[in-house]
């Protein structure tokens, strides 16, 4: 594995990003799990991907432990932040815009060591809440996937930061 | 059409396999999908 210094996810400080997966989309999947994930603070999934039509692009972050998690998610190309709070795993759709190309770059952070989380719902209200989260709860495995469409080409790896 | 496949890479390993969907995977897959990262 070779250690690739990138801009870091928080303004100000610098991380170091090691590759430590990539996939070559090629026609015939539609879902890529990247597994054995351990050892990181943050994990960051770059892609440019092309689909054989448009659709939908998701993201499912898995964990160990217990029944809630949250995690932070920030897209670099967009510069925002969000949190998902989700039972056993969280489901992200990455960009809710259909397009036969999509281009993500995410870094996604566990944040069980937080006992509270604000967030907003897809109606538009916004509300808070505080969440008990898993405290020994870490990312195992991220799941990048489309709504049923075959990723056709591109390149999508993932880091490991410290 | 056939079913789409999965690629399961192990970041340990270095090892990247296709294979099938299982029936319930391929059911969940198909499930609508909804949620966004500002969901709860």
Redesign the interface.
Known sequence: MSATVLPAATAGATITWTLLGTATPAGTVSTYTFSGLSGYKQYRLVSKVGLASSDDIFMQVNATGGSIYAFSLRSLLTATWSTNLNNGSAQINLNKTSASTQSTDFVIEDMSNSKSASWTNTSGQTDSGTAIVNLSSAITSLTYYTNGVLFSSGLIRVYGGN | MSR???????????I?V?RE?TDEEYEN??AP????????
């Not at chain 2, 789409?4 to 270095?14: L, N, Y």
């Not at chain 2, 999908?33 to 709860?40: G, H, M, Q, T």
């Open positions: 789409p496949k999965i690629h399961e890479f192990d970041v340990t390993t270095q990247g296709d969907m897959f198909s999908k909804s949620e966004s990262a500002n969901d709860k």
